[in-house]
């Protein structure tokens, strides 16, 4: 018998509806659905994936590695679309970057910045020599 609903299709979604229950561990069965929105919030919080437009040429090639440090350099400012900041959708973004692996300076802004006001964008060295040499940590967004 049970072979047969294996063979059937019924199985594996049985299977995924038990995991999909279970990953919820001791949630109340009608918050659920808040868990799921709460996982997609870190996944928001992890990934910038997008497409970036500028209305002046820019050029950008760089990677962010866990947060820790960066190699590459980059400089845009224009308008994004994707999954960035923590937010979704269509928004105003700005980054300026320049990654050496040991030291890091970046300066992001997403949404609501004001590039002649510093203090609305996120600052931040990284890297060993950053960290030893201007320890202050970015804010909330991202890894600190």
Known sequence: MGKRLWRKGTGPGIVL??????????????????YFLHRGDDLADVADLGVTSTSEPYFSVYA????????????VDGDFFGVGGGQVGYMRHYHKVCGLLLWTYEELGW?????????TLYRWHNGPMGYINDFARKPAYGFS
Do not use: M, Q, W, Y
């Open 64 to 75: 962010c590695l866990l947060g820790l440090s960066s190699i590459g350099a980059g400089h």
């Open 17 to 34: 509806a038990v995991g999909l229950v279970l990953v919820a561990g001791c949630s109340h069965p009608a918050s659920i659905g808040d």
């Open 111 to 119: 949404k609501d910045f004001d590039i002649t006001k510093p203090e």
